[in-house]
């Protein structure tokens, strides 16, 4: 993009475009020291020439033709991870790209990019399951993530977790077999922000204290206690210090940030500083929700956080006209990946996602419902109800004994209608995104 106010400046040569603090003003920086040294790494085997992949038993990476194998060479740094300033010298003398040859599958579908070995036969989008893909070169445009969490979780252990998820439940479709989807599970690098940041805000509010009172009604002849809400405006403050908060990099469309959540904690003392090694053989997404974005995402969390706090340190559950405003500083933060089994597939045109947290085993996603057999099952639960109802009309006439039913019969729908309203909402809840 050219300056606006001259149209004849052009950057000089090795200079990139990089993140502008200031909304109009377009800031150019010296090209980080590109990692064209890196690209030369290899990853054919040394004994047979085979291609080599990052091992999660083995913790390196090795050959599964000869059994050669190498420890990847990367300190594990955990909490105590480098955080960086929102700086832009820390934005720009950061380095981009992955720091080795890599190809990025393009989906014509969902309009998704991941980033996959070099040399990789891969056919399928891993967000929305399509074919419609192709194979291009990668650009070196995002910045490299500086740590990651290594995936713990062995492909193979991923067959019992994911299968005993997907047997949960009897409302699903017989057809949903699980083989399509275990199959599908695929071990991919996700982009996530995490954020450091000191904040303090200040709240004004009306909060209310209730009065009682005893007072004599005349009307009664009787001492009756009142309660009245007495408003006073009151104001405060609270600090809050904020540590690693998570902001994913991926975009909705393209990730369940819903089901993402479900799949949280990751615990970040198994973080280490970043080797394309662990990469070998292994998907990566680069992050498409920028740091100024990720930030503001995490901004709006971190104030309802404030916002809860403020209300803790007010005495009653009485407030009304609440304001706060939040001072943020010592802003910091990370680009990060963590280790996540996905898979996306289609039942009946919709697409469903799966997703497995690579370090933990926890497992969250969609499922189909067979929605006949949840109606059937609400149908069955409320006709007790009905049934005894009809019964009991005619007995009305009678007296007694119809009186007893209808009572029964209302307890009897109120009951079903409970329990199938929870059902009714399990099972929407497995097909939501
Ligand atoms: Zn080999
Ligand atoms: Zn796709």
Same mark, same amino acid.
């Given at each position: 993009m050219q300056n606006n106010l001259h149209p004849s400046w052009t950057p000089p040569q090795d200079f990139i475009q990089v993140e502008s603090q200031v909304t109009g003003v377009v800031v150019y920086a010296p090209?980080?020291?590109?990692a064209e040294q890196d690209?030369?790494?290899?990853?054919? *085997? #040394? $004994? *047979?020439g085979a291609n080599i992949a990052y091992d999660v038993a083995a913790g390196g990476v090795a050959c599964e033709y000869c059994g050669y194998s190498a420890p990847v060479q990367?300190?594990? /740094?955990?909490?105590s991870a480098e955080n960086f300033e929102f700086t832009l010298e820390a934005i720009a003398q950061s380095s981009q790209g992955w720091g080795v040859q890599r190809q990025i599958l393009h *989906?014509?579908?969902?309009?998704g990019d991941i980033s996959i070995p070099d040399g990789t036969l891969t056919a399928t989008c #891993?967000? *929305?399951?399509?074919?419609?893909v192709n194979v291009v070169a990668s650009v070196e445009e995002t910045l490299r993530p500086r740590f990651l969490v290594p995936f713990k979780i062995t492909p193979q252990q991923t067959r019992s977790l994911a299968g005993e998820w997907l047997g949960k439940?009897?409302?699903? #479709?017989?057809?949903?077999?699980a083989n399509t989807v275990l199959q599908r599970l695929t071990g991919v690098y996700l982009p996530f922000w995490t954020f450091n940041t000191r904040v303090r805000a200040r709240w004004r509010a009306q909060v209310g204290y209730e009065r009682t009172s005893r007072q004599y009604n005349a009307r009664t002849k009787r001492w009756e206690t009142r309660t009245k809400i007495v408003w006073r405006w009151e104001d405060g403050h609270v600090r809050l210090n904020i540590e690693d908060h998570l902001v994913s990099g991926s975009a909705n469309r393209h990730i369940s940030h819903q089901i993402l959540n479900r799949?949280? #904690?990751?615990?970040? $003392?198994?973080l280490v500083a970043y080797e394309p090694d662990y990469l070998a053989g292994w998907q990566a997404q680069a992050y498409e929700t920028t740091l100024t974005e990720a930030w503001e995402i995490g901004k709006r969390a971190i104030r309802e956080q404030a916002k809860k706090a403020c209300h803790r340190d007010?005495?009653?559950?009485? /407030?009304? $006209?609440f304001s706060m405003s939040a001072d943020f500083t010592d802003e910091a933060w990370r680009y990060i990946l963590m280790p996540v089994y996905l898979a996306a597939y289609q039942f009946e045109d919709q697409i469903y996602q799966v997703m497995l947290n690579?370090?933990?085993g926890v497992v969250a996603g969609q499922k189909p419902v067979a929605w006949l057999k949840v109606w059937l099952v609400i149908a069955a639960l409320l006709a007790p109800g009905v049934f005894l109802g009809l019964i009991g009309l005619p007995l009305l006439m009678v007296g007694g004994i119809g009186v007893i039913s209808i009572g029964l019969s209302i307890i009897l729908f109120v009951v079903g209608v409970i329990i199938s309203f929870m059902l009714y909402n399990q099972a929407r809840q497995s097909e939501a995104k």
């Open positions: 090209r980080p020291e590109s690209q030369a790494r290899s990853y054919a *085997c #040394p $004994n *047979c990367a300190k594990q /740094v955990g909490k *989906c014509d579908s969902c309009g #891993p967000f *929305c399951a399509s074919h419609q439940g009897w409302y699903h #479709p017989k057809e949903l077999s799949l949280l #904690p990751f615990h970040l $003392n198994a007010i005495p009653t559950s009485h /407030v009304r $006209n690579g370090q933990t």
